[in-house]
């Protein structure tokens, strides 16, 4: 179970972060090693078609797994994105929900898993997040 007081260092630091306000991110669940949360649609940054671009679920991978690694190490320290790939299963025309399950937290790198959801309960896309932990 996730300690208060980390949860609210992450809120606190997620209030810094320009992405969550641009995703229309929400926090809907923390535990150690796992981060669930929505992102708005926003119809501005569709592609071609109509629907929540690939880029921005993309986007999304990216944030929810950070704040699943955070939820062991801190908001604190500092990861850049090593690697990410996403697997689009189907179009997502609502927000979706990202869960994201940290796979290992390495001396030096986190494989993070995650699955997209939409408001419906399909899966529309999963995705691996690698984050490098850049030493002080």
């Known amino acids: 179970m996730l300690d208060a007081t980390r949860r609210e260092a992450i809120l606190q630091r997620s209030r810094t ?20 949360l929505s992102a708005r649609h926003d119809p501005r940054f569709d592609g071609v078609l109509p ?3 690939g880029g921005m ?13 955070a939820t062991l190490n801190g908001p604190d320290e500092t990861l850049v994105t090593s690697d990410l790939s996403v697997r689009y299963l189907a179009p997502c025309m609502t927000d979706v929900v990202a869960n994201a399950r940290v796979i290992k937290l390495g001396k030096t790198l986190c494989p993070v ?5 939409d408001l419906s309960g399909k899966l529309v896309a999963v995705a691996q997040v690698t984050y490098f932990r850049v030493s002080d």
């Open 17 to 36: 972060a320009p992405c969550v306000t641009a995703l229309g991110l929400e926090f809907l669940e923390f535990d150690d090693g796992f981060c669930r």
């Open 51 to 53: 629907g929540f671009h």
């Open 57 to 69: 679920l993309a986007n999304v991978a990216d944030c929810v797994a950070w704040f699943a690694i």
């Open 113 to 117: 898993a995650i699955e997209m959801f």
